[in-house]
T-cell receptor, first 110, second 116 residues
Framework: RKEVEQDPGPFNVPEGATVAFNCTYS??????FFWYRQDCRKEPKLLMS???SGNEDGRFTAQLNRASQYISLLIRDSKLSDSATYLC???????????FGAGTRLAVHP | SAVISQKPSRDICQRGTSLTIQCQVD?????MFWYRQQPGQSLTLIAT?????????ESGFVIDKFPISRPNLTFSTLTVSNMSPEDSSIYLC?????????????FGPGTRLTVT
């Protein structure tokens, strides 16, 4: 079993749609969780950290369920510029090492 | 945040040769990492570059194949030795910036390596 598993995608949605990505992790000792965005042929960029209480940044909402070892990212009112691969990232519990999911590709069309 | 640059941005190399990739950060950082991203895959950690000591390698990666230097808190190099086509990948340098409650990891633009 992979340490971090994500929806395989791709997700093809129209502009203005709401889309949700899910992610599960296997290491119950993990303490830090993130969503990264990676555009084609670019480096990953931190989108947002995920906190226990859930957090929101504009159109983006991240939630964490420790009991189920589950993380989600919700994007509201999708824009064409949201088209990218979204990477679920988890630290490996007590060690400064990030484990990356395989990513979910999002394509927003007019 | 941190501004990270890598050299070269891309290279095409012949099998059996070696390539050294440089990573420069605009501020002093304690933690630096080297990742590999093979075509169509996610990122895999190669090693943690420790200042003043040997790098710590992940399972499947060895110092003879991927020697790393970390001479100071703003610079590191990764060498891909005795290259084969399987080493064709994007190699990314990364740093961690920590605050009182935050832990954020930033990536360089990557070095796209093709081995023929």
């Amino acid at each position: 079993r992979k340490e971090v598993e994500q929806d395989p995608g791709p997700f093809n949605v129209p502009e203005g749609a709401t889309v949700a990505f899910n992610c599960t992790y296997s290491n119950s000792a993990s303490q830090s969780f993130f969503w990264y965005r990676q555009d084609c042929r670019k480096e990953p960029k931190l989108l947002m950290s995920v906190y226990s209480s859930g957090n929101e940044d504009g159109r983006f909402t991240a939630q964490l369920n420790r009991a189920s070892q589950y993380i989600s990212l919700l994007i509201r009112d999708s824009k064409l510029s949201d088209s990218a691969t979204y990477l679920c990232v988890v630290n490996s519990g007590g060690y400064n090492k990030l484990i990356f999911g395989a990513g979910t590709r999002l394509a927003v069309h007019p | 945040s941190a501004v990270i640059s890598q050299k070269p941005s891309r290279d095409i190399c012949q099998r059996g040769t070696s390539l050294t990739i440089q990573c420069q950060v605009d501020s002093q950082v304690t933690m630096m990492f080297w990742y590999r991203q093979q075509p169509g895959q996610s990122l895999t950690l190669i090693a943690t570059a420790n200042q003043g000591s040997e790098a710590t390698y992940e399972s499947g990666f060895v110092i003879d194949k991927f020697p790393i230097s970390r001479p100071n808190l703003t610079f590191s190099t990764l060498t891909v030795s005795n290259m084969s086509p399987e080493d064709s990948s994007i190699y990314l340098c990364s740093v961690v910036i920590t605050g009182t409650v935050t832990y954020e990891q930033y990536f360089g633009p990557g070095t796209r390596l093709t081995v023929t």
